[in-house]
Antibody, heavy 117, light 111 residues
Framework: QVQLQQWGAGLLKPSETLSLTCAVYGGSFSGYYWTWIRQPPGKGLEWIGE???????KYNPSLRSRVIISVDTSKNQFSLKLTSVSAADTAVYYC???????????WGQGTLVTVSS | QSVLTQPPSVSGAPGQRVIISCTGSSSNIGARYDVHWYEQLPGIAPKLLIY???NRPSGVPDRFSGSKSGTSASLAITGLRAEDEGDYYCQSYDSSLSEVVFGGGTKLTVL
């Protein structure tokens, strides 16, 4: 049974870089895509991007210029960096496992990231 | 404005049946990309409810069912329970945008 556990800084100032990491426990790291999704307070879900164990990435076009998703296969971890954050980036950020059929299961517990001066 | 359109809210009494719709277009649901559904109970991460239009993961009760036709999909919940209250999201892939897309979410209230 795969489980995801995520962590990272929860309070940032505008223009700083958001950095989150997600660890994968209990399953194979290869053969899947690993994804980041965010949810602004009171709003819906937004796909940020994905990476596989080989480091191949796809990003949401609206965020592509500021997003870097990386993988560390030695630790079964993947990470998200989002540069030049603003208040609009305030959200709960989730990591998730993405199946070849493009559904997400399971999800990490979520990390609330607040951007405020 | 979400690419996939869901009603903002639905409600029903305990034991009743509700249906949540998810309307897309020819570049996502209508392009034969699968639809998946998630349940998000208050304060916790979304949970996969239906994958591949109609399939339930292990552990999801058969009170939940999914269907798809043309450019739309639906989630049906029968035998409503108080613990079903939460937000429900549909998700697919859009070939024009080259990205995963979600519906805006539907808040289910059990009266």
């Amino acid at each position: 049974q795969v489980q995801l556990q995520q962590w990272g800084a929860g309070l940032l100032k505008p223009s700083e870089t958001l950095s989150l990491t997600c660890a994968v426990y209990g399953g194979s790291f290869s053969g899947y895509y690993w994804t980041w999704i965010r949810q602004p307070p009171g709003k819906g879900l937004e796909w940020i991007g994905e990476i596989n164990h080989s480091g191949n990435t796809k990003y949401n076009p609206s965020l592509r210029s500021r997003v870097i998703i990386s993988v560390d296969t030695s630790k079964n971890q993947f990470s998200l960096k989002l540069t030049s954050v603003s208040a609009a980036d305030t959200a709960v950020y989730y990591c998730a496992s993405q199946s070849p059929g493009n559904w997400f299961d399971p999800w990490g517990q979520g990390t609330l990231v607040t951007v405020s001066s | 404005q979400s690419v996939l359109t869901q009603p903002p809210s639905v409600s029903g009494a305990p034991g009743q049946r509700v249906i949540i719709s998810c309307t897309g277009s020819s570049s996502n649901i209508g392009a034969r990309y699968d639809v998946h559904w998630y349940e998000q109970l208050p304060g916790i991460a979304p949970k996969l409810l239906i994958y591949g239009n109609t399939n339930r993961p292990s552990g999801v009760p058969d009170r939940f069912s999914g269907s798809k036709s043309g450019t739309s999909a639906s989630l049906a919940i029968t035998g409503l329970r108080a613990e079903d209250e939460g937000d429900y999201y549909c998700q697919s892939y859009d070939s024009s945008l080259s990205e995963v897309v979600f519906g805006g979410g539907t808040k289910l209230t059990v009266l």
